[in-house]
């Protein structure tokens, strides 16, 4: 059992490495609105996070992360480009029996840049790299972007493309769309038999005979829908082959470079998989550049898909070989999309990381 | 110390479980008058405790009680890892209800969770916050949800008349228990296909945490030989 003291004089070890890199200590409050969260993450985050009552001020949370609050202050009263690190509890609930810790210290580094977004993913990398260097992690990294641009060159409908970025994170979903919208499976017998009386009767008379119109959820939208899903059985299949190359692309493991050539030879077919693979390929270089052995650094498309919610871009972790009990030891990602969502109008691309102390604490203590 | 039985303390769930178990051969009834909550069994060793049906899951967790007469439905959404700290002994056969999800009846477009799924984002769109699902079951609708891959909801609490919240505008579809659907369909709902969260009934539950020593487990065994009869 490693006593709080300890873990913090190893926090504060991380704090200074950060600082001394040149970020600006930043600090957040620890009970956040709630709406902002759940708006975010979406219902699952009341599972994870702990929620309390404030009569004044509605529900609140206890911290679960810093990035939501860090992004916030940087887009009030940020300049540009800006690099911030912090040190602090957040708070977790966790399963009964997960013996894992429901409050715990993190430690961040964040980076807002415009100017060279593959360079500032590689600064984030490779700090996270040096300062974990001697517990012999295992990095993981993976790119958001190249399953996104995957979906976008899809040849179907926009609403289809938009189904499946929507459900990118949620990895079952995705693929029982992907198997309606390839025609693996048969459009189901319920959906079947609406599309037959609306075709019959017409969609205002099926509406109208379900029953009144309550509730805040219109007729109109009723009606909208079924245009849509009109539409959608007229839209033919997306082709079996493109399906393929996207089950190849979600299965992608190899070493960084491999997996770009990988990549680059997918898009002799697919060019419109260019433009994330160039930078992919700008990364690798821009990590290299920053001292990192890329030869045999791992590539795996589909990491980050199940837990880094907001990540759209560059996501990388770093794990204690041969501990599967223990949970990462630092995880990060780029995140352009949430600062557009909370920035309300505006954006800047960002990139960072959280390490968690007690982890690195409890190795070194292995290793010593 | 003997053995402690909680059993709800009022109504039809009540005399439901005294019937059942006096047709095992162990009577139970309520002493004094009716509105004293104490009682009695004849012909075990065990101690009756009358609780709300709501307040058993609770005291099954924290072992004040051996073994509770209640829903499942309720333990499953009361007690976190619920089978690490109860057991279901034997299924009771009455108090049946389903935990299901219900929508407006003329949204002849959602018949599925897929449909919910996709009505919930263009909801989201069109209206600026996420589709309202009024429940008290909480737990237990996330959960299920969560495994169906359908995002862009928000539980609102219903304690009470959850069936009217949609047309009070304050949620846009339900999940609550129902047994008939006549309230389903008296307030222009139906369930959605697929949307069976949990077939719940009364249950006699074991507690895990319970102190079992000092002959209570031999009660225990001398009970279930005869509940089993």
Same mark, same amino acid.
């Given at each position: ?368 | ?19 059942? %178990? *006096? !047709?095992?051969? @162990? ?6 008058? +009716? ?6 069994? /004849?012909? $075990? ?50 108090? %049946? *209800? !389903?935990?299901? @999800? ?6 002849? +477009? ?6 919910? /799924?996709? $009505? ?110």
């Amino acid at each position: 059992m490693t006593d709080k003291i300890t873990v913090r004089a190893e926090a504060e070890r991380l704090f200074a490495f950060f600082k001394a890199s040149g970020a600006m200590a930043i600090d957040a409050d620890l009970l956040q609105p709630a709406d902002t969260l759940l708006d975010l993450y979406g219902e699952d985050i009341r599972a994870r996070a702990y929620v309390t009552q404030d009569p004044n001020r509605g529900e609140m949370m206890l911290r679960p992360d810093f990035t939501v609050p860090v992004v916030q202050t940087h887009m009030e009263h940020g300049g540009e480009p800006a690099r911030y690190t912090y040190l602090g509890e957040v708070f977790r609930k966790q399963q009964a029996d997960s013996g894992r810790a429901t409050e715990y210290l993190q430690v961040g580094y964040e980076l807002f840049d415009r100017e060279d977004p593959e360079r500032a993913d590689a600064e984030v990398f490779s700090l996270f790299n040096e300062v974990l260097s001697p517990l012999g992690l295992r990095p993981a990294t993976g790119d958001i972007g190249i399953l996104k641009a995957a979906v976008e060159t899809l040849t179907t409908t926009e609403r289809r493309k938009g189904a499946l970025m929507r459900h990118i994170w949620r990895p079952r979903r995705f693929r029982a769309l992907l198997d309606r919208f390839t025609g693996r499976v048969d459009m189901d017998a319920a959906r079947k038999a609406l599309l037959d009386r609306v075709a019959k009767d017409g969609a205002e008379a099926v509406v109208q005979s379900g029953g009144p119109e309550i509730g805040l959820r219109s007729r109109e939208d009723v009606l909208a829908r079924i245009a849509h899903l009109q539409a959608d059985a007229a839209e033919p299949p997306i082709s079996r082959s493109e399906a393929e190359v996207l089950d190849v692309i979600l299965s992608l493991r190899e070493t960084l470079p491999n997996a770009h050539q990988h990549l680059r030879d997918i898009t002799v077919d697919l060019p419109g998989m260019a433009a994330s693979v160039d930078r992919m390929a700008r990364r690798m270089d821009a990590l290299a550049a920053a001292g990192i052995t890329v030869e045999d650094l791992p590539f795996e498309a589909s990491f980050g898909r199940t837990t880094l919610e907001y990540y759209d871009g560059f996501v990388f972790g770093f794990v204690a070989e041969g501990r599967p009990d223990l949970p990462p030891v630092a995880t990060g990602g780029r995140y352009d999309a949430l600062t557009r969502v909370l920035g309300r109008g505006q954006e800047i691309p960002a990139v960072g990381g959280v390490i968690r102390p007690e982890l690195v604490q409890q190795l070194r203590e292995g290793l010593a | 110390m003997t053995l402690k039985l909680g059993v709800p303390s009022k109504g039809r769930l009540m005399e439901k479980t005294f019937d059942w %178990f *006096a !047709d095992r051969g @162990i009577d139970m009834r309520r002493s004094g008058s +009716d509105r004293e909550y104490a009682a009695q069994v /004849d012909g $075990a060793d065990v101690d009756l405790v009358l609780l709300s049906a709501g307040e058993i899951p609770r005291e099954l967790q924290a072992g004040r009680i051996h073994l509770g007469v209640t829903g499942s439905d309720l333990v499953r959404e009361r007690i976190p890892a619920w089978q690490d700290v109860v057991r279901e002994l034997q299924p009771m056969g009455f108090g %049946f *209800a !389903d935990l299901i @999800i219900a929508v407006p009846a003329f949204w002849v +477009d959602v018949n599925s969770l897929d449909d919910l /799924d996709a $009505a919930a984002a263009d909801f989201r769109r069109r209206h600026g916050h996420r589709l309202r699902i009024a429940t008290k079951y909480h737990r237990l609708v996330r959960e299920f949800l969560r495994d169906a891959g359908v995002a862009d909801y928000q539980l609102v609490d219903s304690q009470g008349a959850t069936e009217g919240t949609v047309k009070n505008l304050t949620a846009e579809a339900i999940a609550d228990i129902t047994s008939t659907g006549e309230t389903l369909r008296a307030n222009h709902l139906t369930i959605l296909p697929g949307g069976l969260i949990h077939r719940s009934q009364a249950v006699l539950f074991k507690s895990r945490t319970a102190d079992w020593s000092n002959g209570n487990k031999e009660i225990l065994e001398e009970l279930t030989d005869r509940l089993q009869g």
